[in-house]
């Protein structure tokens, strides 16, 4: 009897709280559904399918997914996506947000600007969200921010503005009538809890006259206080882990400012070396125009000697021998001066130039220690974020719920990310250096890459066409990592129900100067090709067209190329169109 009425008891509160919260969810669901559906979205018609997100580990989403199966909007299927971090929203056309995550409002606020994402909030201030929803007894009510959904190109139908609390005093009023329902709620708790006492009495007299069920009656009272004593060890459990939990977000956030640091670190240094290489371009701009100037002074002396042997056979034979001597005395004195003064003008400017490329091969070798040096030392706080990070997967990983790990995942992947720019940068850096060219056979190189790319091959299907490649002067293993990464690349960029195939060909180009000349290499595809608007900063170092998710890379393959390329004195450039495949197209000279 005991057990039956405690049972009873306790399943009358949870059931009828259990029913109001499963009503309040759905009510919750159908309010964001209406609201998507009295907004004018801009370009609707070129979406198919429309997405919703959510923030933060909320089980709202679960409600969202259920009736995504059931209801369309503007006759599109449905999307739900969850976003752990504010940074992370894009491509979604509504943002849902719950007060009790605490999510900075104004800072959601800016990241979606401009990107024709609706925001829908619940329990947060007046007129601080887009839409913002309230908790009123067992229903909703809610407010909207005309100028925040203006300023996003939205219409907002006529049914929507009708139904919306319009004062911030009609807000206020809501926020007390749900408090005045909670007093409500917490009476009525009380007053539960008056009827259990009143029933425990009741239970105490029937054990006073049943004397032969004591020692039943005290094995259910010593059950019950175990279960007792497990509720507050299960809530002291909750307690740490909601600790453990805020004290892994602090670190979280720290970690991602680091990130964020060591990030515009590398750009701000990627900036300097970018104006540092125009200076030494210019240097050399400069230099070759003294160069010319000297060509043209050369000349002028030739054509001067030229003219002195020609005034003297004319004296010869026109003028006595004694006017003859003297006036060819006179000017081989006045061309010896002309002489004398240009060869001293020639000397100095072959100073000057010799002072320059001095100057010019000293800031090459300091930007490349300081290349070397600036990726070296940013390893260290990466491996001591790393190392972290480990640890805390080693000794907490069993301890965090879902959110948890996959929140340590996000920083491990990141920092294996940041280690694959530094080492790219290193790469790049050390590239150039070695100026000891030797005879390199092209067929060969390609016929260990073809065997390095054997599993790539065999996995995607692709072949590698080429034609009889040539004998060029350079450094073997620049131009095998040259012509590896083009071919990785064409591999790669491809669309997925197509067959990679790649052509290499090389062409002899003979100069009109009657120069050595050189060799043109081409490097086809059939991949995605690349927009015309991004073929002027495709060869920049760390650029990438594409999303990390689509097409794995650091993005630095293309500057590695361009850099061996001009090592080599050659040049490199290409030829696509979006859809049809590239040719890249390099020289070597011979």
């Known amino acids: 009897m005991l057990i039956f009425f405690f049972s009873f008891g306790i399943a009358n509160v949870l059931g009828q709280n259990t029913s109001d919260e499963e009503v309040k969810r759905v009510q919750r669901t159908i309010f964001i559904y209406n609201f998507a559906q009295q907004i004018g979205w801009p370009e609707i018609d070129e979406i198919d399918t429309f997405k919703i997100g959510v923030l933060g580990p909320d089980r709202t989403i679960l409600d969202l997914k259920s009736m995504a199966q059931k209801r369309k909007i503007f ?139 004591e020692k039943a009656i005290d094995t259910i009272k010593e059950r019950i206080s175990e279960r007792n004593k497990w509720i507050e060890e299960l809530s002291n459990e909750s307690a740490i882990q909601e600790k453990k939990y805020e004290e892994k977000l602090l670190i979280e956030k720290e970690l991602e400012k680091n990130i964020q640091d060591q990030v515009a670190f590398i750009k701000d240094q990627d900036e300097k070396i970018k104006a540092s290489t125009e200076e030494i371009k210019k240097q050399q701009e400069y230099l070759s125009e003294q160069n010319d100037q000297i060509k043209k002074q050369q000349a002028i002396l030739e054509e001067q000697l030229s003219e002195i042997d020609d005034q003297k056979k004319i004296n010869w034979s026109l003028i006595a021998l004694i006017i003859i001597v003297l006036t060819a005395g006179f000017f081989i004195y006045r061309n010896y001066l002309i002489k004398k003064k240009l060869n001293a003008v020639l000397e100095q400017k072959n100073i000057e130039i010799h002072e320059q490329s001095l100057i010019l091969e000293s800031k090459n070798k300091e930007l490349e220690q300081f290349a070397y040096i600036a990726s070296h030392d940013l390893q260290e706080p990466l491996n001591t974020i790393s190392s972290f990070i480990g640890l805390i997967s080693e000794d907490y990983g069993d301890s965090f719920d879902e959110v948890g790990k996959e929140s340590l995942d996000f920083i491990k992947d990141a920092s294996i ?59 073997e293993i620049e131009l095998r990592l040259l012509i590896q990464n083009l071919v990785s690349n064409g591999i790669k960029f491809t669309e997925e129900n197509t067959i990679p195939e790649v052509y290499i060909a090389a062409t002899n180009r003979e100069s009109n100067e009657g120069t050595k000349g050189f060799w043109e290499f081409s490097v086809k595809d059939n991949g995605i090709g690349i927009p015309e608007i991004h073929k002027d900063r495709i060869f920049a170092i760390f650029q990438r067209l594409h999303s990390r998710e689509k097409y794995q890379g650091t993005g630095i393959g293309l500057a590695h190329c361009k850099k061996i390329v001009e090592s080599h004195g050659g040049q490199i450039w290409l030829e696509s169109e979006e859809g049809k495949g590239t040719t890249f197209y390099f020289t070597i000279p011979k």
Do not use: C
Not at 431 to 460: C, H, P, Q, W, Y
């Open 75 to 213: 006759g599109k299927p449905v999307e739900i996506i969850r976003f752990q971090f504010v940074k992370s929203v894009k491509d979604i056309q509504l943002l849902y947000v719950n007060n009790k995550f605490n999510y900075d409002i104004n800072y959601i606020l800016r990241k979606i600007s401009g990107k024709n994402i609706l925001l829908v909030t619940e329990d947060y201030n007046y007129n601080a969200s887009m839409i913002n929803m309230v908790n009123v007894g067992n229903s909703f009510e809610y407010e909207i921010n005309q100028d925040r959904i203006s300023n996003e190109d939205f219409v907002i139908a006529p049914s929507l503005k009708q139904y919306a609390i319009t004062s911030a005093q009609k807000w206020k009023s809501l926020f007390k009538s749900t408090e005045d329902s909670l007093e409500k709620v917490l009476d009525e708790n009380e007053e539960q809890k008056e009827v259990i006492k009143d029933k425990e009495e009741q239970i105490k007299q029937q054990e006073e006259r049943i004397s032969n069920q």
């Open 417 to 475: 990310r940041m280690k694959k720019l530094i080492d790219s940068l290193l790469e790049y850096s050390r590239l150039g250096r070695t100026k000891e060219f030797s005879d390199v056979n092209m067929n060969g190189v390609l016929e260990e890459l073809r065997a390095d790319f054997k599993n790539i091959l065999e996995r995607t299907n692709a072949t590698i066409h080429s034609e009889n490649l040539p004998v060029v002067k350079g450094n």
